[in-house]
């Protein structure tokens, strides 16, 4: 097998995003972009003599992108890839893999909870040695190369036969094709107390997991109904297809309406859950319970301890500063760390490394702690299993005890899609050009206390990450905060974040936004939403 240097010119736009590079899947396809892009990387972190995982969440592309990236890494001089059966990883999973057998990092396939499909979304990112997504000064080396790109390396050769467990070669490269779900499976064993929710189930819980015709499809069915002995059919829509079978597989309340319906519906089950395009996301309901991810995050570390992974107690918890503060009510009850980082699971991963934080959560349906660097929404809902086998309670009862004990954060999330870029741009600097004068002024009734811009200064290493998103702080605790989304794929994203917290969690009955009303208000008129993008109504409440 020969190695091949192919002659290339850069491709403009090629700058990956918090979470990698994220394009169409037919830019991605096209001429020299997926080999541009992964010789950037190979450029940067070095490929020769080098281990490395690869997978993905199997949609559209994936399997012949896994393709190129092996022949590539091989071209590149890597001793070895370790890649899941099929090319299938899910983004925990292979985060997991990557620490298990001490590599030098991994590349995963993924555009997370965007749909899949030949004219729908394709991404690949790039996770370090630790397992977590690369920080932003690789990422920037990323795409410095990609500017300045002239050749990249391939071997030619016919596929590797990825549909068998086992070891081959290719161009002197070892390619071990490993189970997806057997390591993750046995680290999910060592954390949670299958005994204790095998029992649960065997007493007649009922529970419903929505893979969205996703990565966690098989994860799922292998986890709860093989080893917990939840009821088969317990999984539904998990087999993994290129397209998701037309889902959106973003576990919120609009895209897993079924769950939703289900768990709201005629003989619910006990408990649902659901999780995204690579199994990192989660949603989790009750039987006419939704638990906002915000109060997931604050129920889970109040009872960490009952899982026998953590039983020793947690060192911290962080979550990023758009969601809500009911976690730091639990991290001071508990008198541990608490950390407000900004959006994005990377600025977990040194809190993580350090030792400072053990669980972290995302207003974005995204929970997880320092068993791998990433997001992992399975792990979240074996957490809550474990801690309603426990309990012996309902998710709705232990809620409400979590509130009358802590009080309630009243939560939202309003999204704003497809505005077109500039008038998004001009609004947020309109926004930030008001904050100095904003202290001191009531609006709706409230005054406001503070505004800024959210800075972070990284406890670990020090570095500075600004202009993190606008906050406005009102004297009785109340928050609005806005920011623009790093992730979308279409025009700009407006993220307005909402939160307002009362001792007495039956003051404003169960739905936030009744709570939040005067918050609401307050945030169309200091940002003049309707003025600047013509909308005056969210796209997606959550
Ligand atoms: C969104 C979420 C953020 C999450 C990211 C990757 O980013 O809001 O919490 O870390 O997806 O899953 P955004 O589009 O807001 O930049
Ligand atoms: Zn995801």
């Given amino acids: 097998m020969s190695v091949h240097i ?10 990956p995003g918090t979470s990698g590079l994220r394009k169409k899947t037919p830019v991605f396809m096209g001429r020299h972009y997926l080999e541009n892009f992964v010789q950037s990387i190979f450029d940067v972190v070095g490929a020769k ?47 997991h893999l990557i620490r298990l057998n001490k590599t030098d990092g991994g590349i995963i396939m993924s555009a997370s909870h965007n749909p899949g499909g030949p004219n729908e979304d394709f991404g690949v990112k790039f996770n370090m040695p630790n397992g977590g997504p690369a920080p932003e000064a690789v990422t920037e080396a990323m795409y410095a190369r990609t500017t300045e790109i002239t050749q990249y390396h391939i071997v030619e050769s016919q596929d590797v036969d990825l549909s068998k467990v086992g070891r081959t070669s290719l161009a002197g490269m070892t390619v071990d094709v490993v189970d997806p779900v057997a390591d993750y499976a046995a680290l999910m064993e060592s954390l949670f107390d299958f005994n204790a929710i095998r029992a649960m189930f065997k007493s007649g819980f009922r529970m419903r997991f929505d893979a969205m015709c996703a990565v966690t499809g098989p994860y799922a069915t292998e986890i709860l109904e093989n080893r917990l002995g939840a009821a088969k059919g317990t999984v539904v829509h998990g087999t993994p297809l290129p397209d998701f079978g037309g889902m959106h597989p973003d576990p919120n309340p609009i895209w897993a309406k079924e769950l939703m319906d289900e768990m709201f519906g005629a003989d619910a089950p006990d408990f649902g859950a659901a999780s995204d395009g690579d199994g990192d996301r989660n949603m989790i309901v009750g039987r006419n319970a939704y638990v906002s991810p915000s109060d997931s995050l604050a129920v889970l570390a109040a009872n960490a301890t009952l899982a026998p992974g953590y039983k020793a107690g947690l060192k911290g918890v962080a979550r990023s500063m758009p969601t809500s503060a009911a976690a730091d009510r639990v991290a001071a009850a508990l008198k541990i760390g608490s950390y407000e980082t900004p959006t994005g699971w990377k600025f977990f991963g040194n809190l993580l490394d350090a030792g400072k934080a053990t669980i972290c959560g995302e207003e974005s349906f995204g929970t997880g702690s320092d068993h791998v660097r990433e997001k992992d929404g399975l792990w979240a809902v074996l957490m809550w299993l474990n801690i309603l086998a426990v309990r012996k309670e309902s998710v709705a009862e232990i809620l409400t005890s979590h509130w009358s004990s802590f009080g309630r954060n009243f939560y939202s999330r309003h999204d704003f899609e497809a505005i077109p870029t500039e008038k998004a741009d001009a609004m947020m600097a309109a926004l930030r050009a008001a904050l100095p004068s904003m202290p001191g002024h009531q609006v709706e009734g409230m005054m406001i206390a503070d505004a800024d811009d959210f800075e972070y200064t990284d406890p670990v290493d020090g570095s500075v990450s600004r202009k993190q998103g606008v906050r406005i702080l009102f004297e009785d605790g109340s928050r609005i905060v806005l920011r623009l989304s790093g992730t979308g794929t279409e025009g700009a994203t407006l993220r307005l974040y909402l939160e307002r917290y009362e001792e007495d969690p039956a003051k404003f009955g169960l739905d936030p936004q009744i709570a939040l009303g005067p918050v609401i208000r307050a945030a169309h008129g200091l940002a003049r939403i309707e003025e600047h993008t013509g909308r005056s109504a969210p796209d997606v409440v959550t």
């Fill in 49 to 95: 003599g080098k281990t490395f995982v690869l997978g993905g969440d199997g949609r559209y592309f994936n399997d012949r992108a896994a393709q190129v990236i092996l022949r590539m890494a091989a071209a590149n001089g890597a001793a070895r890839v370790i890649v899941g059966q099929g090319a299938i990883l899910s983004t925990p999973a292979a985060s």
């Fill in 6 to 15: 192919i002659a290339t010119t850069p491709i403009a736009g090629q700058k």
